[in-house]
C-alpha cells in the first residue's frame, strides 16, 4: 500500500487550485503525488491518504486534486484506489468523496 501523509510529504498549508494560484496547489499535488500512481491502468494498489496535521483545506485545493484525478481517470477508479484517512475531521472525507463522484463539469 502506498501512504501520502500530506502534511508530512507535501504541506502543512495546503493552497489553492491551479500551480499560478501559489505554492501547494492542488493541481501541483494531484500532479506530483497523485497521478503517477494511475498511469498504468492494471494497477490496482491501494493508495492510503492522510489528511490530518494540516491548517486547512480550500475546497478549490480539494476539487482541483480529488475531482482532477476522477475527471482524468474516472471515478470508479479513483474510489476504488484511494483510502482517506482523517481523525480530526472525518466530514473532509465525504466532501472529498463528493468531489470525486461529482467533478467539476459534471455538476
Given at each position: 500500500?502506498?501512504?501520502?501523509?500530506?502534511?508530512?510529504?507535501?504541506?502543512?498549508?495546503?493552497?489553492?487550485?491551479?500551480?499560478?494560484?501559489?505554492?501547494?496547489?492542488?493541481?501541483?499535488?494531484?500532479?506530483?503525488?497523485?497521478?503517477?500512481y494511475?498511469?498504468?491502468?492494471?494497477?490496482?494498489?491501494?493508495?492510503?491518504?492522510?489528511?490530518d496535521?494540516?491548517?486547512?483545506?480550500?475546497?478549490?485545493?480539494?476539487?482541483?486534486?480529488?475531482?482532477?484525478?476522477?475527471r482524468?481517470?474516472?471515478?470508479?477508479?479513483?474510489?476504488?484506489?484511494?483510502?482517506?484517512?482523517?481523525?480530526?475531521?472525518?466530514?473532509?472525507?465525504?466532501?472529498?468523496?463528493?468531489?470525486?463522484?461529482?467533478?467539476?463539469?459534471?455538476?
Open positions: 500500500m502506498v501512504k501520502i501523509d500530506i502534511v508530512k510529504d507535501f504541506s502543512d498549508t495546503p493552497g489553492g487550485r491551479k500551480k499560478v494560484d501559489g505554492p501547494f496547489s492542488g493541481e501541483d499535488f494531484r500532479e506530483r503525488f497523485l497521478e503517477k494511475f498511469h498504468n491502468q492494471s494497477d490496482s494498489e491501494p493508495i492510503e491518504i492522510v489528511l496535521g494540516v491548517i486547512g483545506y480550500s475546497t478549490s485545493f480539494l476539487e482541483e486534486a480529488f475531482g482532477g484525478l476522477a482524468k481517470y474516472g471515478k470508479d477508479k479513483v474510489l476504488e484506489r484511494l483510502k482517506f484517512i482523517s481523525d480530526e475531521e472525518p466530514l473532509l472525507i465525504e466532501e472529498i468523496e463528493n468531489y470525486i463522484n461529482h467533478p467539476e463539469g459534471e455538476r
